[in-house]
C-alpha cells in the first residue's frame, strides 16, 4: 500500500511538473522577420522575486555583435504573462545599449538598433515588479 501511495505522489508531481513547465516549452515565436535572419532563440524562466528589497530575477545571454550590422531583438512572454511584463535590454559591458521599455513606461514587442562596437553584449531579460515568469528572446540581424 505505501508503494502505490508512493507512486502515486511520484506520477502526480511528474504531471504537475510537466504541465507547469508547458507553458513555456515550445515558446519559441519568431514575430515578422521578413527582413531579418534568426540568429538565436533564447529561454527565459524566471522564478518570482522573494522580497520586495530584493532585485528581480533576470536571465542573462552574452552575444557577439558585429560593428555595422542592424539587429532586432524581440520577446514572446508565456501563457501567464502579458506582453507589457517581459522587459529586456542590451548592455555592452555596464552600458545599456538598448530596451523594449522606453522612458516613458511603455513596453515593446521588439527592438531594433545598428551596432556600432564589435564586441561581447549581454541580452538581459526580467519581469516586471519581479513576477515569475517564462517565455522567450530572439536575436535577429539584417538581411
Given at each position: ?54 532585485r ?17 531583438i ?10 507589457s511584463?517581459m522587459i529586456?535590454?542590451?548592455y555592452?559591458?555596464?552600458k545599456l ?42 536575436l535577429?540581424?539584417?538581411k
Amino acid at each position: 500500500m505505501k508503494n502505490s501511495i508512493s507512486l502515486l505522489v511520484m506520477t502526480l508531481a511528474l504531471v504537475l511538473n510537466i504541465e507547469s513547465n508547458a507553458q513555456c516549452n515550445g515558446n519559441k515565436c519568431v514575430q515578422n522577420l521578413m527582413k531579418y535572419t534568426l540568429l538565436k532563440s533564447y529561454d527565459i524562466n524566471l522564478p518570482g522575486r522573494k522580497g520586495q528589497m530584493e532585485r528581480p530575477p533576470e536571465s542573462s545571454f552574452p552575444v557577439v555583435l558585429s560593428k555595422g550590422t542592424r539587429y532586432r531583438i524581440a520577446g514572446c512572454p508565456g501563457q501567464t504573462a502579458t506582453p507589457s511584463d517581459m522587459i529586456y535590454a542590451l548592455y555592452l559591458g555596464e552600458k545599456l545599449i538598448s530596451t523594449n521599455k522606453s522612458k516613458s513606461g511603455k513596453t515593446y514587442a521588439a527592438f531594433e538598433f545598428v551596432c556600432n562596437e564589435t564586441g561581447v553584449y549581454y541580452l538581459k531579460a526580467h519581469f516586471a515588479a519581479g513576477t515569475k515568469g517564462c517565455g522567450s528572446a530572439s536575436l535577429s540581424m539584417s538581411k
